[in-house]
C-alpha cells in the first residue's frame, strides 16, 4: 500500500519494519542500509487523534487498500 505523508511524500508499506505513535506523531521504521530510519507520517494535536491515524493504517492494510492518505491534523 502507499501512503501519502501529510507533508506529501510517498511511502511503500512494503518497506515498512513497523508503524508507531509517539509525542502525537505518527511514524514509519524503514531500514536504511545497516541502520533504522524513521518517516514521519502525521502530527497531531492529541494522543487520542494519533492513536486514531495509526489504527486508520491499520485498517487500511488490513481491508487491502492499495493507497492510503495521512489524515489531516483538523483545525480548530
Known amino acids: ?3 501519502k505523508t501529510q507533508d506529501g511524500d510517498l511511502l511503500n508499506s512494503d ?3 513497523r508503524f508507531y505513535a509517539e509525542d502525537n506523531k505518527i ?3 524503514i531500514e536504511a542500509g545497516d541502520r533504522w530510519s524513521d518517516w514521519t ?3 497531531y494535536k ?3 487523534r494519533a492513536k486514531a491515524a495509526l489504527n486508520a493504517i491499520f485498517a487500511a ?3 487491502g487498500r492499495k493507497t492510503f492518505e495521512m489524515p489531516p491534523e483538523e483545525e480548530e
Do not use: D, S
Open 41 to 43: 507520517l502525521g502530527k
Open 27 to 29: 511514524f514509519a521504521q
Open 1 to 3: 500500500m502507499w501512503i
Open 46 to 48: 492529541t494522543a487520542a
Open 61 to 63: 492494510l488490513h481491508h
Open 15 to 17: 518497506k515498512v519494519y
